[in-house]
């Protein structure tokens, strides 16, 4: 696999932060030691520099020494994150990814005030092992930093180049989404305890089951019903369990989080400022 040799640098590496330096190194493109991770404290950066990833608490460096500059801080700490390194920032040298929910490509150049390539890039978690949905977008203008981000992020699960006013939505279908997945294979595994087998034994065949599931649509380009079609037969035990789900609500469950969570990430940012 080639490996890219810029040096890349995550400001601010909470959870998502770590996913991604994590899921970098899992796919080999880059070397542990052209990444540099930041966070306000110490307190956990044995977790990076055992795995030579360097780290530092201070952004400003982090910046200088780095081409690619991810910025994943939460929405209330973008405005001081960029004031803190506008000046080191370098127009000719500098892409910036920014995993920010709700802040656009337009705030943050404006922030800036310097002519920066900015690309807004949604993982999900599951970047940490290669099988992130990535949504990315950026202005028309910055190509070469959209197709160096679906590098990167292509290398690290699947990716979707769309239009920036979908970046809302493609938050709450997939960066949210994902732990709406995980609290349905939670839910069927206690079925699975209920109906007999011991709670890690239903966890396990859950979360295989709803990984086959994922993989016949991802993999064969499936639709999912005709997936279910192959196991609803009449007056069938799929088929009862089914309709009484829907009659609980279950996919309305599911639609409503996803639209509600598309109507919170909307305010993120505009709250935050």
Avoid: W
Avoid at 78 to 84: A, H, M, S
Avoid at 165 to 191: K, W, Y
Avoid at 196 to 214: D, P, S, V, Y
Avoid at 220 to 238: F, L, S, W, Y
């Amino acid at each position: 696999m080639s490996q890219t040799k810029n040096n890349i640098s995550i400001l601010g590496c909470g959870n998502i932060g770590t996913a991604i330096a994590f899921g970098l190194i899992e796919s080999e493109s880059i070397k542990p030691k052209n990444i540099t991770v930041t966070r306000r404290n110490n307190s956990h950066s044995s977790k990076f520099t055992n795995l030579g990833i360097n780290f530092t608490t201070n952004n400003r460096d982090a910046v200088k020494n780095s081409d690619v500059i991810i910025i994943a801080v939460t929405p209330q700490q973008l405005k001081d994150l960029i004031e803190e390194i506008r000046d080191v920032l370098d127009s000719k040298r500098h892409y910036i990814f920014s995993v920010v929910s709700g802040a656009t490509i337009n705030q943050i150049k404006n922030l800036l005030s310097i002519d920066i390539p900015v690309v807004r890039v949604m993982p999900n978690t599951a970047i940490a092992i290669r099988e992130s949905m990535t949504c990315i977008s950026g202005d028309a203008s910055d190509k070469s930093a959209i197709e160096k981000a679906n590098q990167m992020f292509g290398e690290l699960g699947k990716c979707a180049i769309i239009q920036e006013e979908l970046m809302i939505p493609a938050t709450a279908l997939c960066a949210c989404g994902i732990a709406f997945f995980l609290r349905a294979i939670r839910a069927a595994s206690q079925g699975g305890i209920e109906i007999g087998f011991h709670a890690e034994e239903a966890l396990f065949m859950a979360a295989q089951t709803a990984k086959g599931a994922a993989s016949m649509l991802v993999d064969k380009n499936n639709h999912p019903e005709r997936e279910v079609d192959k196991v609803t037969t009449p007056q069938g035990c799929t088929i009862s369990g089914l309709n009484q789900m829907e009659h609980s609500g279950f996919s309305s469950s599911l639609i409503k989080g996803i639209v509600t969570s598309a109507q919170k990430a909307e305010t993120l940012y505009s709250n935050k400022k």
